[in-house]
């Protein structure tokens, strides 16, 4: 996980990624180092590789990762490669979007329904 260390609400929505990456047994780490890179400024997710994957097609951790957040419906904006080296898949973890897949995140949802309530 990448993350921009001034930005609390990425640093957040990485944490939540993380644990639940750690929760299925991925062999996952935190980053905020903006002298390495990979780094994103964008608002969601992005995955970055380096290196060569040298394991089976089947057992592609990016592709696996593309299926886990297709299916829980979290938008992944980009994608990308870089060559050598050894192999490294990236999340890079820029801004929390306002809308996570076909749903708002219930903060928001809450912040609308107080609005509402002053009108």
Known sequence: MKV???DAEAREY???ILN???GADWNAAFNTST???PLTMNDGLCFQT????SV???HNPKALLEVVFRNAEILVNCSGSTGGGDYKLFVLV???PLVV?????VLSRVGRWIASLSR
């Open 101 to 105: 897949g076909n749903h708002e995140p």
């Open 94 to 96: 820029g801004h929390r």
């Open 56 to 58: 089976d097609p089947k």
């Open 4 to 6: 921009n260390p001034l």
């Open 50 to 53: 380096t290196g060569e994957n």
């Open 14 to 16: 990485a944490g939540q």
């Open 35 to 37: 002298v390495e890179q």
């Open 20 to 22: 639940a990456l750690r």
